[in-house]
């Protein structure tokens, strides 16, 4: 019997990986898209045929709830929010309003129209914020430094008292930096990436970045969803942290993706005070023995390979494009 999979966030990142993966698994995908003027899908260009889009918005409770009982899911993946920590600064209310409210609302669609299917949130490495520990687990506690971080731990919570208030199958994967060639040109990998190519074919003459002493567990988002429905498969609900378990600064990415074109960094990258945080998160670094054993999940694409995977395709877009 086919398995139905609803996937909020479809056309980012993450939800065209996620896509593809269950696709392969010989699931029916349904994406959830806001109704729109126009249409961004270009991360999901390839599989619009494969798929099913349904227009709900995660601001109205009841599109979302229609959608469920209308799919009929078994697994709903609930990725959309508003994810880039620097917005959440210039639009808290909002970000609140996606990130954290947002999860009540599919919830509360999940536990009205289907409260059988299984359940996953898209927790994150920024709820640790201010860490306590180092490496990150799922016992470290939480401290937020950002409006985003902070909506995120709300959507942690309410997705476990939902799991322990109506018995429902609901986890929540903290997933740690997560990039690939598909990763928004906003976020600082994909603007180094892009910055590189730019400058390697005489587009662009310097890149300008905030802390290049930031230090994250950076990993590849194809394999990141995979960890997404392993737990989904699992015999009972449980949360757990996704990452590598190392560690890497801006600056060692800026010299990795700079160094796959034969640049020195140094030549070209420009510190700017306008892009550093209010609140700055200066390591994150995960534990991801749990989600290793019980998942028997471990990435398979290494720090370097990302980053010349995301050089490459940045260089091969510009060279399409001319």
Same mark, same amino acid.
């Given at each position: 019997?086919?398995?139905?999979?609803?996937?909020?966030?479809?056309?980012?990142?993450?939800?065209?990986?996620?896509?593809?993966?269950?696709?392969?698994?010989?699931?029916?995908?349904?994406?959830?898209?806001?109704?729109?003027?126009?249409?961004?899908?270009?991360?999901?260009?390839?599989?619009?045929?494969?798929?099913?889009?349904?227009?709900?918005?995660?601001?109205?409770?009841?599109?979302?709830?229609?959608?469920?009982?209308?799919?009929?899911?078994? +697994?709903?993946?609930? @990725?959309? !929010?508003? *994810?880039?920590?620097?917005?959440?600064?210039?639009? $808290?209310?909002?970000?609140? #309003? =996606?990130?954290?409210?947002?999860?009540?609302?599919?919830?509360?669609?999940?536990?009205?129209?289907?409260?059988?299917?299984?359940?996953?949130?898209?927790?994150?490495?920024?709820?640790?914020?201010?860490?306590?520990?180092?490496?990150?687990?799922?016992?470290?506690?939480?401290?937020?430094?950002?409006?985003?971080?902070?909506?995120?731990?709300?959507?942690?919570?309410?997705?476990?008292?939902?799991? +322990?208030?109506?018995? @429902?199958? !609901?986890? *929540?994967?903290?997933?740690?930096?997560?990039?690939? $060639?598909?990763?928004?040109? #906003? =976020?600082?990998?994909?603007?180094?990436?892009?910055?590189?190519?730019?400058?390697?074919?005489?587009?662009?003459?310097?890149?300008?970045?905030?802390?290049?002493?930031?230090?994250?567990?950076?990993?590849?988002?194809?394999?990141?969803?995979?960890?997404?429905?392993?737990?989904?498969?699992?015999?009972?609900?449980?949360?757990?942290?996704?990452?590598?378990?190392?560690?890497?600064?801006?600056?060692?990415?800026?010299?990795?993706?700079?160094?796959?074109?034969?640049?020195?960094?140094?030549?070209?990258?420009?510190?700017?005070?306008?892009? =550093?945080?209010?609140?700055?998160?200066?390591?994150?670094?995960?534990?991801?023995?749990?989600?290793?054993?019980?998942?028997?999940?471990?990435?398979?694409?290494?720090?370097?390979?990302?980053?010349?995977?995301?050089?490459?395709?940045?260089?091969?877009?510009?060279?399409?494009?001319?």
């Amino acid at each position: 019997m086919t398995k139905t999979a609803l996937i909020t966030g479809i056309t980012g990142q993450d939800g065209s990986y996620l896509a593809e993966l269950l696709l392969d698994k010989g699931y029916r995908v349904v994406g959830v898209v806001r109704r729109s003027s126009t249409t961004p899908y270009e991360r999901i260009a390839h599989l619009v045929d494969r798929i099913e889009l349904v227009s709900a918005d995660l601001l109205d409770q009841t599109s979302l709830t229609d959608v469920v009982q209308s799919t009929a899911p078994d +697994e709903i993946y609930n @990725l959309a !929010a508003q *994810s880039f920590v620097q917005t959440s600064w210039n639009q $808290p209310v909002l970000t609140g #309003e =996606f990130t954290a409210l947002g999860v009540t609302r599919m919830l509360e669609a999940l536990r009205k129209a289907a409260p059988r299917a299984r359940f996953y949130q898209a927790s994150s490495s920024e709820q640790f914020g201010k860490v306590v520990e180092t490496p990150q687990r799922e016992s470290t506690p939480f401290y937020p430094r950002s409006p985003y971080g902070v909506a995120k731990v709300y959507g942690h919570w309410i997705t476990v008292n939902y799991r +322990e208030s109506f018995d @429902l199958f !609901a986890v *929540s994967g903290i997933l740690f930096n997560h990039e690939s $060639p598909r990763r928004g040109l #906003e =976020f600082v990998t994909r603007k180094i990436s892009d910055g590189v190519a730019r400058i390697k074919l005489g587009l662009q003459r310097e890149l300008r970045l905030g802390n290049l002493d930031a230090r994250r567990d950076w990993g590849f988002a194809g394999d990141y969803v995979e960890a997404m429905w392993r737990m989904l498969q699992l015999e009972s609900p449980d949360d757990f942290v996704i990452g590598t378990g190392d560690t890497y600064s801006v600056r060692e990415f800026c010299d990795a993706a700079f160094g796959a074109v034969g640049l020195d960094y140094r030549e070209f990258v420009v510190q700017d005070e306008r892009f =550093f945080r209010p609140a700055e998160v200066d390591l994150l670094v995960a534990d991801p023995a749990k989600a290793k054993t019980v998942l028997e999940w471990t990435p398979r694409v290494g720090f370097r390979q990302l980053v010349e995977m995301m050089v490459e395709a940045d260089l091969a877009r510009y060279h399409r494009h001319a």
